[in-house]
């Protein structure tokens, strides 16, 4: 199986993990202590995350990293990003290699995908090939598959600048695309690009019809699929050690921030031809990323636009469990809380209960009230298994405290991968809560004003205000 890693990083830039935090307070100091210490903290937040999975599960990073969010500088929809994008990610790439020991990690060069933003996808190359499914002709948006070779041509010069050359299979490390892959089969890995535009319609049969009518079947879909258009990477994956070769066709998505527009939008995604199109040759369709659309409503349903791509086939992985022992209208406490992925801001956040507001494990009330899990992965064309939201502030996998008694999940929603508890406040000799919280004497603005700070939740939120999500498929 391939593992993937998925993460909206806050406002990914050179200062998130290598710059100083420039921004001061009134009486001239910086938050989050000395102010070179802070990009270094979140990236060992970035580290933890990979070391967890290095260390405890199967000593095996995940292959596929997918950062949303990388800001740009304004340019053209399918261009290369500008401003400090090509540098964050060139640098999250020597990073990886580095902590990992594997030169092979390579990145499919950012493309601007809507307003300031872009899309990081890194990539183990020891047994995953980029494959597009577009081609770069240099200077401009990236252009269509090209059609099938019989065999290969002569390997080409990379039309990327010089400045990508070692963070993309060219020169000695060029290789020729399998006749198998499903795109650009016998052209080289070093002509690839992704996908920003030119998606098209399947005219949605079923669907609720989206503002200003349905496209017909074949008619473009770009124009509903904005501000930030889906990011389309393929790969093959060869069959050594595997059953068989695999085709894998991964969207990436970051909705409108506005919950209206967001629901067309996943509309919108369920009526892209690309994306509902069954899967052809051993391929496994992936959509991942942050929809801005709450998985449930406030009883405890799985909204209509998420149902959709059930409808296609496509399996769930922050997936909702089967009640047992509740009445409606809306699910208990707590429920919620074990698919969130969206955190609250740090001047909000709550680490347990007090004697107005009943809070529980996991969320208690670090995790935003308003939109809790508006990031998933789907998967078509394969088991998708494992998947979990990896939460440093309690731990993960959400097994340390049990669930309110009369139990009323089966079974909770635990995940299967393991990050360490981040947050010293929720340590020994002061472990994470049981849900009947309070704890720990009266004293509930100290507790809050300790559980708020840097060493706590305070690197935790100034990385993101996401949760990372970690599967296999």
């Not at 401009?140 to 099938?148: C, D, F, K, M, N």
């Not at 019989?150 to 990327?160: E, K, M, T």
């Not at 939460?391 to 340390?400: A, H, I, K, Q, T």
Request: glycine share 10%.
């Amino acid at each position: 199986m391939t593992r993937i890693l998925y993460w909206n990083i806050e406002n990914f830039s050179v200062n998130k993990f290598w710059q100083p935090n420039l921004k001061r307070r009134r009486d001239g100091t910086r938050a989050g202590g000395p102010f070179t210490q802070c990009s270094l903290n979140r990236l060992n937040y970035f580290f933890q995350v990979l070391d967890d999975a290095l260390v405890l599960n199967n000593n095996r990073v995940p292959e596929i990293v997918v950062i949303i969010e990388l800001e740009s500088g304004v340019t053209g929809r399918g261009s290369l990003v500008t401003g400090n994008g090509p540098t964050a990610t060139q640098s999250l790439v020597d990073e990886v290699r580095t902590w990992t020991g594997n030169n092979n990690w390579m990145v499919v060069p950012p493309l601007y995908t809507g307003p300031t933003e872009g899309v990081i996808v890194l990539y183990d190359s020891t047994n995953l090939i980029f494959t597009g499914p577009n081609r770069w002709p240099g200077g401009g948006p990236s252009a269509v598959p090209l059609p099938r070779l019989a065999a290969p041509l002569v390997a080409p010069a990379s039309q990327f600048p010089a400045s990508w050359n070692g963070y993309i299979r060219t020169g000695v490390l060029n290789r020729v695309i399998p006749g198998a892959s499903l795109y650009n089969s016998n052209y080289y890995e070093n002509e690839m690009a992704a996908r920003v535009a030119g998606f098209t319609s399947s005219a949605g049969a079923g669907l609720v019809p989206l503002p200003g009518g349905m496209p017909a079947l074949g008619a473009p879909m770009d124009g509903n699929l904005g501000p930030r258009t889906p990011y389309m990477v393929t790969f093959f994956r060869p069959a050594a050690g595997m059953a068989a070769a695999e085709n894998i066709t991964l969207f990436s998505i970051h909705a409108p921030a506005n919950n209206n527009a967001a629901r067309n939008y996943m509309t919108a995604l369920a009526c892209t031809q690309e994306i509902s199109n069954a899967p052809v040759e051993n391929e496994r369709k992936v959509v991942v990323g942050d929809f801005n659309f709450n998985l449930f409503t406030n009883a405890g349903v799985v909204p209509q636009r998420y149902q959709y791509f059930q409808q296609l086939g496509y399996g769930t992985g922050v997936a909702p469990v089967p009640l047992v022992g509740f009445v409606a209208p809306a699910p208990p406490l707590g429920y919620f809380e074990y698919f969130a992925t969206h955190l609250a801001k740090q001047k909000n956040a709550v680490s347990w209960s007090d004697a107005h507001t009943q809070r529980y494990y996991p969320g208690y009330g670090y995790v935003s009230d308003r939109y809790k899990c508006i990031d998933n992965i789907f998967v078509r064309g394969g088991a998708l298994a494992n998947t979990t939201v990896l939460n440093p502030v309690v731990g993960s996998p959400y097994n340390v405290v049990p669930a309110p008694v009369p139990v009323w999940l089966t079974p909770v929603m635990q995940g299967h991968f393991t990050i360490d508890c981040l947050c010293p406040c929720y340590n020994a000799p002061n472990p994470v809560p049981a849900w009947q919280a309070p704890r720990y004497g009266t004293n509930q603005a100290e507790i809050r004003q300790v559980f708020r700070g840097w060493n706590n939740f305070g690197r935790i939120r100034s990385t993101s205000d996401h949760l990372p999500i970690m599967a296999e498929f």
